[in-house]
Every structure is written in C-alpha cells, then in structure tokens.
C-alpha cells in the first residue's frame, strides 16, 4: 500500500495579536504566532501511521503539503513519527486557492503512483473543506469524508469508520480512494527521544509546483457586528437559574431574530440540491444525476448544504461546469448581475467577502431559502463499487439542533462527563436544542454530531446559552447567526463573554444544577 | 466613595484557587493608575482596608477579602513594547496577563522568561507573589527581570522606581518621596537566625524593586512594571523521562544535577518531576487522558516521571547534550524507550501542557481548601526530600501529589485530605516539613506567596527580629494599615 497524506501547517490562530486581526492583509507578517498542523491534518497523519503499522512491510507512508515551505521542525517530527518521506510541493499565493492545491496534490498522488490518499476535512485556512473534494476529483476517484477511524481487516480490507448526516457507520472500501477526516481524536504520536534525534538530517524533498494564476487576493476583515456584553450579577446560583429560564422562554416567545441572512432578489431559477437525505457519500451516479439536473435547469444560482455531501456535490458540480465555487457562505447580498458571499475563514477569525457574478455555485450554511426551487434527487440503489461492506454503528440523532429556537451548549469548562450529562438532560427536559464544543466532543463527552462550530453544526437560534465554552473563532463561527447569545464562564477574561450579548460569570456545573431543580429534574 | 456592590455566595471577587471564601463590601475596579491612586487615597482617608485582586489565580488565598474592599486591577492591562533602554522591553499594567504578555513579546522576537505555569496570571500578581515560574532554574525570579516600577503608596502616592536609582545601604533605602526607609539592619549582622521567608528582608545593595518583591499588596500596589525581554531561542526541545521506580528517578536527579553544574546551566530551563500520584492523576482526567491516550498513552509501567526542557541558539549543539542526557538515563537503567520528546514551541507545548494540568487536577474537592507546600530547601537535598515527602504521606494515609522544581528542591506537594480529621493531619505534617526547612535554613515560600492559608506558618517560624523588622517595614508604608491583613 502507498498511503499520501495532505496536510498542512497553519499560524496558531489564538496567539495573534488583537492589533493584527484589525489589519489583517497578505503583506502582514504573523510569523510569531508560529504554526501547528491542523487539527484533521493532524488526525489524517496518525490515521495514516496506523493503518502502516498493522500493513507491516511494505506500506509506505508519504507526508505533502503545498505551500511556501514547512519549519524543520514539523518534518522532523513526521520522520519521527514514522513518515518515509516529507514533501513540500513549492508554491506561491496558495493559500485560498484550494482548487489549485487540490489539482497539485492530484497531479503528485498520480506521478508517485499513491494508491490511498488521506486529508483533513478543512485546513484553517480558507476553510474551504473542498481540498480533498478538487483532489478526487483530479484523479477520478471517490472520496469518503467524515472519517473517524482507520483499520485493516485480518484479511487486510480497509475499514473507515465515518460519521455523517445519516449515523456513524463502519465502511469497507477498496482503493483507490480519497478519505476526509473529520472529528477524529487521533493526535500525532509521541515520539522517544532517540526516534527523535535520529530524525534529524532526514530531509524534506522539495518539488516546484506549476505556478498559480494569481486571481483575486482575498479581501480579508475582522468579523463586524460583534456584541455587547451585559454581565448579569445575581445574588445566588437559584435566583440566576431563575432569571435565565425566565429569559429563555421569553425571548423564544418573543422570536428574536436568528438566522443565516439572504437578501431577496435571488436570481430566478435558483435552485438548492438537497443531497443530504440520500447519503453521506456521493458515487459518479449521483454525481451525473446532479449534472444532468443542473445541465437541464441552467440555474443562475446552484446551492448545496454545507455538509460533506454538499461540499463534494458542489466541488464536483464546479469543476465539470468550470463555474466558479464558494463553499461555507453564511451571508449573501444578491443583485442583479450578481452577488457579494461572505464567509469565515482563518480558522473562523476572519471573515472574506467575494463579489460574484452569476451563475456561480456555493453551499450555504444555514437553513435553505424558502424562495429556491428545492430539488430532492433519488437515493442510489446499492453501494458503489468502491465500497463492499457497510454496517451502522449508531443511528443519527434526530435531535433537531440545527432547526431548534432554543440551543443549550457545553464546553469543557463544565469539568467533566457528569456535569455535561447533567445539562443534556436538562436541555432535553426543557425541549431545547443541545451541542458542544470540539473539544468537549472529543474528550469523549458526546458524539461528533453534537459539535456546533465550524466542524460540525451552525445554528440559529433566538437564544443561545453556552456553559463554560471558551469562545474560539470556530465554536463561535457556528453560532453567529442566534438571535441572542447568553454565555457561562467562571472566567471573566473568557473570549466568549466578547462575542455574548449577556454574560454570566459562574461556576456552570452549580448553575446547570440550580437550572434542574428550578425545573424539578 | 462609590465601588462595586459584591453579590455574597456568588461573587467570583471573594475567592482565589486556594479555595478560601472570602467577604467583602465592595469591589474597586480602576480603569488607569491616575483612578487607582485615587482610590487608594480615598481608602486612606476613609480607613477602609484594601484587598488587592489580580486574576485570582494564586494558592495560597492572598486575594481573598476579609471584609474591607476588593481593589481589582483587571482593567489595567495596558501593554506596550519600548526601546527605551536600547534593548526590548515591554511596560505592563499590573492587570496583564502572562498569556497576553507573551504574545506581545513574541511579536518582537523575544519572551518574558519568570512566566508562571498559569498564562491568566497576572503579571501585578507575579511580582506581588515573588513568582518564578517554570523556568527559574535558568532563569531565575520574575524580579530579576524588572528594569521600572511604577507603585501606588496606600496612601495613593504614585512613585516611579527604576531600577538602580533606590538602593539599600547601612541606613537604609532612600524613598522617590525624599524620605528614608530605615529598618534594622538584619543583614549586617550575620549572627541574626535567617528568615523562612526571604520577601521583605534587605541585603547590602538590594534595590528597593527586590525589597518590594512578593509583598503581596500588603505594602502598596505594583501598577506598572517595565520588564526586560529575552530573545526567543532559536531551538527548544521538551523530553518526558519516565521511570519505574522512585530511586532511579532520583539517581537521575542526581546525576543530572552534576549535569547542569558542569554543561547544562546554560541549556537546561526546568526540571520537573510528576510522582505516581500526578501521573495517575493526569491518566485519570477526562480532559487529559485523551490527549495521553493519543500519545500513545504512558509507557508500560511508568511509575514516575521526570520534565525538562532545553533551549540554546544552535540545534545542533542542543542534539549533542539530549544524546547526553539520554546516556545518563541509560546510566541509572533507563529505557529509552520509555522517553517522549518534542522539538519546537508547538510540539514543546503539549507536554508542558502536561505539568500545568496537575496543578489544576490536584485540587480538593468542592468547598474545600487548598492544603500546599512550597518550599525550597538545599539543592543538595533534593533526594531527601523527595523521600521525605512521600514517607510523610505514606505514613500518615493522606493522598498526594508531589511535583515540580526538582533540581533547585523546589517541589510542590498538594495534600488532598479527605476529611476533617485527615485535614488536621495534613496541617502535622505540612508543619513538621516546614520545621525540616527552617532547620536546613531553607525558605517556606518559594513563589506561591503566604496569602492567608501559610502566614501563620510562617510566622511561627520567624525569629522575633524578622517579625519586628517586618513590622517596621509596614508601620513606614502604610501607616494607616489599610493593605491586605
């Protein structure tokens, strides 16, 4: 087996200066923040190493990434690690072009004769989530995104465990292929000291890549509209648990407004393709059945979910349209001959408006606009023929938080397992929306699909209560769109309280339990 | 004068990390040092005592009110980076976090070395404590590090002290108020008994910023701290040594203390050891087991374990004393298998990770107090009292942690009794420990200040004429008695 993993390596986002997030530009140098490997790059990498470890002799595993160069001491650690090779595939202006980076990667995987390629599911940069889609897509190869886990069977078959739209399900599949991982808890392994000196002197093979056309540089500003923060001061956990309910159940009654925003004047014969229902994959069937759709309607406007699914729907749709594509778009001002996107990039800091001209194709974060014509296309019969077995681990959860009024969401500020417990049981209790932060989901505290945030789900609702959630860009990201959002911190310095309307500073496990016994739980 | 009402039970003003609970009339929040002094002022004048607040992280239960107000400085987090001296600096309002001190350092290419493991500290809190953090082996305590203060009289005087302009001699220390700060000579005569506590105790030359190091707002208000910067290193390395056994951890200790004297001092920034009870601790978390699991979880019978981190301007040079240091791991019957290293600030940053979760995981339970030690005894001794500790808690039954500053005999135990009664026992023992110090004539607060929960050991430890020296000192700054206890 011949195992490519993409990754990257992206600035650690939080240890940028405030002063720079307000002058942030391509010339500005950020190169103190230093750089980590992104969180599912970090994952793929791992996955990647186990899966060689059960091969045994004769797997390879190869490391690439495309841009201006890698810091010695990344590669040294993926030599560490386990890696045969490091390879920067030298390129200039690459990092909003996930097309370009996509057809680069594809063109590498071929010439070396790869025959398994991994990636994160986004980068951190453009957060296009569409790298591993352009890559595929160059080969002709389908794609599975959403892994979590990686195995071979006894009989050597390549099992993913992935979690969708539609549960977590145990896939076996056969090369070659591309797999997206998202939610995985893998990290990179620890390495001895002496792997780790001996690491040293191997090099990083450095290839040129065929020069990008520099298009549009990327208008980049810090996300407007931040919010005020009242802090609430009560005398007791009981008399604030009494206030918030009281606050909860008023503010849905009164339907604050929470929504992914769309200006009318949505050109006519916009349509939205609904892939979501069918599959958590797509396969060349479903592929053509949107193609033909789309060659038969000509919309000026193409919209997919902004879910794996859609993500790689619209990515193929675009490349063998040649139209151009913008995924994660949260706002949209649309005009006569065009619109103006904008979406969170930058690990979700930073916001990037485009200007488009019709037809174009996106898919669009928040619910589906009711003014497009919604096309539903019929599920596939069987499975593709790159994947032979499939079982369900766990069915989805019908929880309905991406449509809830009311969104209840934990951190692991909470402390622990028990306390998170404690508040989905009193989310559910309420009849309320329930998520958590990545970390919180990764530690174990709740499945993948309750991620809100820029790797799982963003929601709108009139009110939005957070119980010791940090408040990172990403979580953030996913909850702009609410009407109005009430965050719990022990932590007065936490960042959430500057992007909350009103702030509580609190011990959130005794405030979740006042909140239980006010609604005698 | 008009401050903050405190909402009783409720108020995150009226406790710290110690656990203490505290109480407090109201809460004083100054937006710029021109208020601050105003505030303190009007304090004076209305004999209103003072309690001084930074982020609330310290141990020892030092920020927390008994009555009185509450003097917060987290608004007074003004930064910025200077070159008034022709070198880096950065000029930090006393609300500062460490964290964000660090990011504006960086900005520049350089780092404040005395930072402690907890980045929300406070950089007014650091210098009122006498923290060190975790580099002190290298690079000793945050004081060193600074050039100006600017500090707030109880009386709401505002004074600039540079360093180098107030300096001690036989009849005492000149104030920026054109008074004398006169105090018994303790240091001239060497016949005295020492202090347990350093902070506070004038030596010849001492500059009046190191005699009001660690006075944890008890003497006036740092408002303002002018802090000399270090480049950042061009290479830096983290490497975990675990062990089976506590004796060969502290054959390690040993040989790596010869080590640092020989070829290490300039490479070497910490050595910190986890006992079983803080690798347990660490595997049990929810929140860190995961991010040990995914390293690969903690080698096959690794019984204790051993921190350090190396920085220095060449990698190469840095590779040839790791080689060293896993030779001398080899020595003492070390696997080096058994080993985790990182190079890098980001890779570095996981496992230091590790030896700041334990002091977050090492807490009692919900409403109970912070039972700690921080003392610092002969270098020399550091294997003894590692012994000591553990027998100490083995003995009595108490679970505990003992982690930390090995090399300089700086580690941490944190008692975790289960009820009253072990409580009393811990109380026995942290006391019989401490008697251990003074005889050694080591000091009972390394970095964590007194605060309220060890000031009555200390002061049962001090000589008369220590605690009459002290006494002076305060009846010269803040007459009044409106500071702190």
């Known amino acids: 087996m011949k195992i490519l993993v993409c990754f990257k390596a992206v600035p650690c986002w939080e240890k940028v200066l405030d002063e720079d997030w307000g002058q942030f530009g391509p010339g500005l140098d950020i190169s103190y923040a230093g750089t980590a490997l992104n969180c599912f790059d970090e994952a793929a990498l791992e996955l990647a190493l186990r899966l060689k470890n059960a091969a045994g002799a004769g797997c390879v595993c190869a490391a690439v990434t495309v841009g201006q160069g890698l810091a010695a001491h990344h590669a040294q650690a993926l030599y560490a690690a386990g890696y045969d090779e490091v390879v920067v595939l030298h390129a200039e202006n690459a990092e909003f072009a996930p097309r370009y980076v996509g057809e680069v990667l594809a063109d590498y995987a071929k010439s070396e004769g790869f025959d398994l390629v991994l990636a ?61 991982v998202g939610n995985s808890p893998a990290v990179l392994r620890a390495v001895s000291l002496r792997t780790r000196l001996q690491a040293k002197g191997k090099n990083i093979r450095v290839l040129e890549a065929t020069p990008t056309q520099v298009g549009e540089l990327p208008r980049l500003s810090v996300p407007g509209g931040r919010r005020s923060c009242v802090f609430l001061a009560q005398d007791s956990p009981e008399a604030l648990a009494a206030q918030l309910m009281v606050m909860l159940r008023e503010d849905r009654a009164a339907g604050h407004v929470g929504k992914h925003e769309v200006s009318p004047g949505l050109p006519l014969g916009a349509v939205w393709y609904d892939v979501s229902p069918q599959a958590d994959y797509m396969d060349e069937t479903m592929v053509d059945q949107i193609l033909e759709d789309w060659q038969r309607r000509r919309p000026a406007c193409t919209m997919l979910p902004d879910t794996p699914a859609g993500r790689e729907a619209a990515t193929r749709l675009a490349a063998r349209t040649g139209l151009p594509l913008m995924t994660g778009v949260t706002q949209m001002v649309s005009g006569q001959w065009g619109v103006q996107l904008q979406k969170r990039v930058c690990s979700s800091n930073l916001v990037w408006r485009r200007e488009l001209t019709w037809p174009l194709v ?17 599920a596939p019969a ?140 | 004068m008009e401050y903050e009402a405190v909402h009783p039970r409720y108020g995150s003003w009226m406790r710290d990390e110690s656990g203490l609970e505290g109480n407090a009339q109201g809460v004083l929040l100054p937006r710029s040092i021109d208020e601050l002094a105003g505030m303190m002022a009007n304090a004076a004048r209305e004999g209103r005592s003072l309690t001084v607040q930074g982020a609330r992280t310290g141990l020892c239960g030092g920020a927390v009110p008994d009555g009185g107000l509450v003097l917060c400085l987290m608004q007074l987090d003004g930064m910025r980076l200077s070159d008034a001296f022709g070198e880096e600096t950065l000029v930090a309002q006393a609300g500062a976090s460490m964290q964000a001190i660090a990011a504006l350092a960086q900005k520049s290419g350089h780092f404040f070395p ?100 660690g006075s944890e707002g008890h003497l ?176 009595s039954g108490l679970r505990g942690v003992v982690y930390g500053h090995v090399l300089q005999n700086h580690m941490q135990v944190e008692l975790l009794p289960r009820d009253a009664e072990q409580a009393m026992v811990a109380k026995e023992l942290m006391c019989r420990w401490a008697a251990q110090v003074v005889r050694d004539g080591g000091q009972l607060a390394g970095g964590h200040g007194l605060g309220c929960l060890k000031r009555a050991l200390a002061t049962k430890f001090m000589p008369d004429v220590c605690k009459e020296h002290f006494a002076g000192l305060k009846s010269q700054l803040d007459p009044q008695g409106v500071m702190g206890l």
């Open chain 1, 120 to 180: 994160g599911i986004q980068a951190g940069m453009a957060d296009s989530g569409t790298v591993p889609f352009w890559l595929a897509e160059a080969l002709r190869w389908p794609v599975l995104a959403g892994v979590q886990v990686l195995e071979l069977t006894a009989d050597g078959a390549l099992v993913a465990t992935q979690q969708g739209g539609r549960g977590l399900w145990r896939r076996q599949v056969q090369g070659p292929v591309v797999l997206a």
């Open chain 1, 362 to 378: 996106l898919t669009w974060g928040g619910a589906p606009p009711q003014e497009v014509e919604h096309v539903t296309l019929p």
């Open chain 1, 382 to 521: 069987g499975l593709p023929v790159w994947m032979t077995k499939v079982e369900l681990l766990e069915a989805p959860l019908e929880d309905g938080l991406q449509n809830a009024r009311v969104v209840l969401a934990c951190g692991v500020g909470v402390g622990c397992r028990a306390a998170c417990d404690m508040a989905r049981a009193l989310a559910w209790q309420l009849g309320v929306g329930f998520g958590l932060s990545r970390p919180a989901a990764l530690n174990g505290w709740g499945r993948p699909e309750e991620i809100i945030g820029q790797s799982g789900v963003s929601v709108a609702p009139d009110v939005m209560l957070t119980l010791g959630v940090s408040g990172s860009g990403a979580f953030m990201a996913g909850i702009e769109g609410a009407g109005r959002i009430i965050a719990v911190n022990i932590d007065r310095q936490a960042l959430v309280f500057k992007n909350a309307d009103m702030g509580v500073v609190a011990d959130a496990p005794a405030l979740i339990k006042a909140m239980e016994e006010h609604c005698g739980v």
């Open chain 2, 114 to 213: 005395a930072a402690p493991t907890e980045p929300s500290a406070t950089i007014g809190g650091v210098y009122a404590t006498g923290a060190s953090g975790l580099y002190s082996l290298r690079y000793g305590a945050a004081a060193r590090y600074v050039r100006a203060l600017r500090w707030v009289t109880p009386q709401g005087a505002v004074w600039d002290i540079p360093r180098g302009k107030y300096i001690f001699d036989e009849k005492g220390c000149p104030l920026p108020n054109s008074s004398m700060l006169s105090g018994r000579a303790l240091y001239a005569d060497t016949r005295l008994p020492r202090s347990p506590v350093s902070a506070g105790i004038p030596r010849p030359g001492m500059d009046l910023i190191d005699l009001l190091v």
């Open chain 2, 220 to 395: 006036g208000v740092a408002a303002q701290l002018e802090l000399e910067l270090l480049l950042l290193p061009r290479a830096l390395w983290g490497v975990v040594f675990f062990f089976e056994k506590d004796e060969a951890l502290l054959r390690y200790t040993e040989w790596l203390s010869g080590w640092h004297g020989r070829q290490g001092a300039e490479t070497l920034r910490c050595a910190e050891v986890f006992d079983e009870g803080a690798l347990r601790l660490l595997a049990g978390s929810e929140a860190q087991s995961g991010l040990i699991k995914g390293l690969g979880g903690f080698p096959q019978g690794a019984h204790v374990a051993l921190y350090v981190e190396l920085d220095g301007g060449e990698e190469d040079a840095l590779e040839v004393q790791l080689a060293e240091l896993l030779d001398g791991f080899a020595q003492v019957g070390g696997n080096e298998a058994d080993t985790w290293a990182e190079s890098g600030e980001t890779g570095v940053a996981r496992l230091r990770a590790l030896r700041h979760a334990v002091t977050e995981l090492a807490r009692p339970g919900a409403g109970a107090v912070r039972m700690e030690t921080d003392y610092i005894g002969p270098a020399e001794k550091h294997g003894e009292y590692w012994r000591m500790y553990k027998q100490g808690l083995n003995d």
